[in-house]
């Protein structure tokens, strides 16, 4: 009895002892202590949780990045697709007004008269013995040589013709052999309506600006104003847009010309 007393001390004084012994597996491994481990196992097994707690949060976070990122792209691209739109409906407008431009000559074969004070090439052919006697200096300004004459009705026949590509290496040709001749004003104008119908506006406005800047009396000038100023505004120099339109539309209001009404009507739409 007594020796069974002492062993029974012996396992209770041992156990403390034994809490911090550690299992050694078969080839060297060692596992955690078998006494006194559950708190520390639960520390070991929260810690995964809250890695993954964590990498979940910022997986969230990265999305909704993504998610802005895709609604600022879209809205660029609606803009985009909106300015392409507009742009081809005023390449279908200036067609269409070209166009009609070319059908006001039904089917006249004589030749145009010249771009002086009246500046009326493009218009429908006239009856020369129901015209009035042009003032002098008219007069003087329609003195074109024949040769001049010919190389501008050879190129507006390729407008007639719809021959645009054509038509207008005729121009450039042309102006590059009569700079100062008395159809040049007509012919920048043209070489102007025909390149913003390739889509290249930057030609088209120097051309617009060379009849402006050298041919004040054309009467194509309101209407060459008014599409340098759409290309401007383009372009985004809204100031000098706006400052072209309204001129357009004070300076010329009381003229034959379309333009102060096209411009009246772009800067409501556009201003």
Known sequence: MRRFALLT??????????????????????????????????????????????????????????????????????????????????????????????????????????????????????????????????????????????????????????????ATAAFKSFVGQYPSGDYAGNAHYWLGELYLLDGDSASAKKHFETLLGQFGDNRRVPDAMFKVGRIYHQEGDVAKAKDILDRVVNEYAGSDSTAPRLAREYLQQNF
């Open 9 to 166: 001390a012996a396992v209770f004084l041992a156990a403390p002892a034994l809490s911090q012994v550690e299992v050694v597996e078969p080839g060297g491994a060692t596992t955690a202590p078998v006494f006194g481990a559950p708190a520390q196992t639960r520390r070991t097994q929260s810690q995964p949780s809250q890695a993954a707690a964590s990498g979940s949060g910022e997986l969230f976070y990265q999305l909704q990045l993504l998610q802005d990122e895709v609604m600022k792209l879209r809205g660029i691209v609606e803009e985009q697709g909106e300015q392409l739109r507009q742009l081809k409906q005023q390449r279908l407008d200036d067609y269409i007004s070209l166009d009609k431009r070319i059908g006001a000559l039904g089917g006249g074969s004589a030749p145009l008269p010249a771009d002086g004070a009246a500046g009326n090439a493009g218009a429908a052919p006239v009856d020369a013995s129901a015209a009035p006697t042009p003032p002098p200096a008219a007069a003087a300004r329609s003195a074109a040589s024949p040769q001049e004459e010919q190389a501008y009705q050879a190129a507006y026949e390729l407008v007639r013709a719809r021959k645009f590509p054509d």
